[in-house]
Nanobody, 118 residues
Framework: QVQLVESGGGLVQAGGSLRLSCAAS????????MGWFRQAPGKERELVAA???????NYADSVKGRFTISRDNAKNTVYLQLNSLKPEDTAVYFC????????????WGQGTQVTVSS
């Protein structure tokens, strides 16, 4: 069982930056693929970025070059650096975890709100 707790959301002006953190419980954090998702009002949840246990990353096209996902296995924490924020980045951001051999994400955090004003 893994518990995930996000932090770092808030209100920022367009062009600004935020850093989201996700602290995970459990002893096998380094084994998980970690992902950041977001869900805007009236829209489906979408994968923003993911990072494997080995550090390989992938990003949604809409955030490439602006967002960076990273992880610190010693701290059981995954980060999402959000730069050059746009109003369309406004959403609740969720941290999620899964084992590499499973298709779907098993564990989810409660989410943190990111609001970008124009």
């Amino acid at each position: 069982q893994v518990q995930l707790v996000e932090s770092g959301g808030g209100l920022v002006q367009a062009g600004g930056s935020l850093r989201l953190s996700c602290a995970a419980s459990g002893r096998t954090f380094s084994s998980y693929v970690m992902g950041w998702f977001r869900q805007a009002p009236g829209k489906e949840r979408e994968l923003v970025a993911a990072i494997t246990s080995g550090g390989s990353t992938n990003y949604a096209d809409s955030v490439k070059g602006r967002f960076t996902i990273s992880r610190d296995n010693a701290k059981n924490t995954v980060y999402l650096q959000l730069n050059s924020l746009k109003p369309e980045d406004t959403a609740v951001y969720f941290c999620a975890a899964k084992y590499p051999w499973i298709a779907g994400y098993n564990y989810w955090g409660q989410g943190t709100q990111v609001t970008v004003s124009s």
